[in-house]
């Protein structure tokens, strides 16, 4: 809910333009990430995920690169839209079931 | 399908009182797991269970209980509320524990007074 994102870094974008979101992840062992987008009172939703064994991985309109040697993460959203407007955070495993997640930035879509 | 579903959505307890907060998949799913999340703070891992009658601890237990007599239902108790577990609580599902997507449920907002 609104609540969760009250100490969040906010990326502002132009509705058609190219968003960046970032994120350091901690373990250097983790070899499983995931980005979420969470609505306004939602529950996260899953976008696209990626293996340590890879450095860059395409969706629909969004690409995750991977970077290990600097234990980064960003997600690339293409001619973003209003729909796109929400929080967004990466999650990362190390081979287990416990994730940590990240504390997420929020994205306004300016028209 | 439903997916992931919990109730309630809100709820207000005092100090001390005792609930459970329930949460049911129906994509047969054998992997469930509950978070708790808190402002300016990544989701943090209650309990967890990887099958019918497995459940183990995440991050943060104290003052939860989890039970998995189905594979459907995951229910959260919350045994004597603290205003500490004031919080958003989403259930959450996945087939697997890698390489597959964990489906989040709605979330209940609960506050404790």
């Known amino acids: 809910g609104e609540s969760v994102g009250l100490h969040l870094p906010t990326l502002s974008v132009q509705e058609g333009d190219n968003s960046i979101i970032n994120c350091a992840y901690s373990n250097s062992a983790s070899d499983y990430f995931i980005w979420y987008k969470q609505e306004s009172g939602k529950g996260p939703q899953f976008i696209i995920d990626?293996?340590?064994?890879?450095d860059k991985r395409q969706g629909q309109r969004v690409t995750v690169l991977l970077n290990k040697t600097v234990k980064h993460l960003s997600l690339q959203i293409a001619a973003t839209q209003p729909g796109d407007s929400a929080v967004y955070f990466c999650a990362e495993s190390g081979g287990t079931y416990k994730y940590i997640f990240g504390t997420g930035t929020r994205l306004k879509v300016l028209a | 399908n439903a997916g992931v579903t919990q109730t309630p959505k809100f709820q207000v307890l005092k100090t001390g009182q005792s609930m459970t907060l329930q949460c049911a998949q129906d994509m047969n799913h054998e992997y469930m797991s509950w978070y708790r999340q808190d402002p300016g703070m990544g989701l943090r891992l209650i309990h967890y269970?990887?099958?019918?009658?497995?459940?183990d601890q995440g991050e943060v237990p104290n003052g939860y209980n989890v039970s998995r007599s189905t594979t459907e239902d995951f229910p959260l108790r919350l045994l004597s509320a603290a205003p500490s577990q004031t919080s958003v609580y989403f259930c959450?599902?996945?087939?697997?524990?890698?390489?597959?997507?964990?489906?989040f449920g709605p979330g209940t907002r609960l506050t404790v007074t």
């Open positions: 990626i293996r340590s064994n890879m």
């Open positions: 959450a599902s996945s087939y697997s524990n890698r390489g597959y997507e964990q489906y």
């Open positions: 269970s990887v099958g019918a009658g497995i459940t």
